[in-house]
């Protein structure tokens, strides 16, 4: 088993430490005595950036961490303070069993006192203190298990909580691109793919489908390819997100789904000579079928199950009042990854070096650029080596400039240098062609992405002059604005790391003043939202991707973290609006929700949010029979 630190942020503890009825047969509950006050007083006090949380590591060692030593000799101050540990199992949420209310949830640790906690002591320097609590006992070594945390104050528990895992993101920045001829961006092709493929324009465009057919009309295509064929753009990867209606088997419409995206596929590519990378998810609408009987006789059907919803879709009568809200979710939201064309695509490989050289010695910069471009687009696809590129000889010199930016930008794509090579490479260029606007925007772009893994020498004003005289170079507004947000998020962590908090809190702030300007897609929303979770901003996290959660076309990985931004707030677990992303969630990817109920070690948020009735009900029927969820192996371990 691999165990990790659960770090705890005060702002997400204090929600669930009510709900723990963890208390040791020996020592009384005293978190609503006055006798407790000072510590809730000092949790309600310490800054949000000290954490703290429990670490069980891989043979059953269980470990108190906290990143600042100051704060907890704060909380132990006495030689009946203490720490303890709730050791709980999966076991304990079988779908048919009751949970007990007045009793502890595991198994818990001895508790251990000022004297022994001192004595166990290791400095961690920057990272803080790790005291040993105890040891996981045998009859739980080999089930899930989560720690909770109990802190004792005067021979009283004072405090316990559980701890949930929400992903956060220090140093993921805004994409900004590079100049090559156009700006080059970077995507995954599709929800959770690894895979990164560049592009320089992106279509997103819906085509709609009747009833049973796979079939569409050519019309609905015709504007995507007329604009390819008057911008000279190619598709370089594409992601089809293919819709049935709910009524009908699932397995017949997952089949039909499938005959929708394998036809605009094939559309698509017919009228491209290259290969176009593709990925398809399908999907049946409940996400707008759930949104479009709102406010409608229909509306009771959110409260019965999707199989009873089927049902009463095989009614005639039933079926043919719904069809005008069921004809409008058989479609497929296409989403197009382009590049410019080179020109150049028939041109053979052997004869492609060749032409290069020519159009340099006969200084057609134009025609060389575009031999450039398609010979990085055959590397792309694998069908050049990705030393072909190093075989481009250019001259140092000014008339050249744009070619050697072009080189060095497909060089970092490709992977072919290191971030600092890039950045002397730019830092030639802009001595040998001040005026080169391009180069000076891709120096700048890679200084922060530099900075962004190490931020040994940074100087904060100078960057943001470097940011501010591309004003001067005609760089788009949007493009230095994303620069300066990036520049603030580097900036939080700088300062967060030297202690100096009110500038890390100013940094963040103007961060969040930055993104206000600028229209982000799915992936660069979830990039701030990490960003803010990082820093305990929750609600604003909620807030920027509260606009996307309920459009077909939101990204998955987009919803996830929203519900998973939503399970921090028990209160709202019964409201309309939680009901509807959790059956966002399910549609999206009925798996990948159930998983979110494990452990962190499995890639959950946390199973003992299970405690709750309603997310228990809804994990019961969505999930207990799914594979994978070792419902079963819980069983067996249990006796």
Partial sequence: MTRKIYWCFLTISFLYSNFLLAQSPALPDGRSSEQCRRCQLLLEQMPKE???????????????????????????????????????????????????????????????????????????????????????????????????????????????????????????????????????????????EQSRVPYAKQLDFTIRFSKNSASYNVEDLKPILDSMKKFGLHITSMHIRAYSSVEGSTNANANLQNLRAASVIKALQQKQAGPINSSVTTLENWMEFYRDISGTSFAKMKQISRQEIKQQLTEPGTLSQLEPILQKHRKAVVTLYLDKNSGEESTEE???????????????????????????????????????????????????SGLLTNQATYKFYLQDQPIDETIEAFKSIVSLDPSNAKARYNLCASTINRYAKDTTGLQPDSIREQIQSLQKYKIATSLITRMKLNLNIILSEYYMSRYEYDKKDKAAREAVQYYSDLDLNDGELLTMAKYLSYYSLLEMAEKILSPRVGRIDVSEDLVFYYLNLKLFRPAEYQTEEFKTILNNALTLNNARFCRLFRSQEHKGIGFQLLEDPFLRSAWCEQCSKLPGMEVEDMKRNMN
Avoid: H
């Fill in 50 to 192: 000290v954490l703290f949380g429990i670490q069980i590591k891989d043979n059953g060692e269980v470990f108190f961490t906290m990143s600042n030593l100051d704060w907890f000799n704060k909380f132990i101050t006495g030689p009946q303070d203490g720490i303890s540990v709730d050791i709980v199992p999966r076991t304990r949420y079988q779908c048919n069993k009751n949970l007990a209310e007045d009793a502890i949830r595991g198994t818990m640790l001895k508790p251990v006192y000022q004297a022994e906690l001192k004595r166990n002591m290791r400095n961690l320097g920057a990272d803080g203190i790790e005291i040993k609590l105890g040891t996981v006992p045998l009859q739980l070594r080999e089930q899930e298990i989560e720690g909770n945390l109990v802190i004792i104050n005067k021979g009283l528990i004072c405090y316990n909580t559980f701890f949930l895992d929400i992903p956060r993101s220090l140093w993921e920045l805004l994409p900004m691109g590079l100049y090559a001829d156009t700006l080059i961006y970077e995507t995954a092709s599709s929800d959770n």
């Fill in 350 to 400: 052997k004869v492609l070096e060749n032409k290069f050289k020519k159009a340099i010695a006969d200084k057609k910069i134009n025609e060389a650029a575009a031999i450039q471009r398609e010979i990085f687009s055959r590397i792309i696809d694998s069908r050049l080596p990705s030393t072909y590129l190093g075989r481009l000889e250019i001259p140092q010199e000014k008339l050249y």
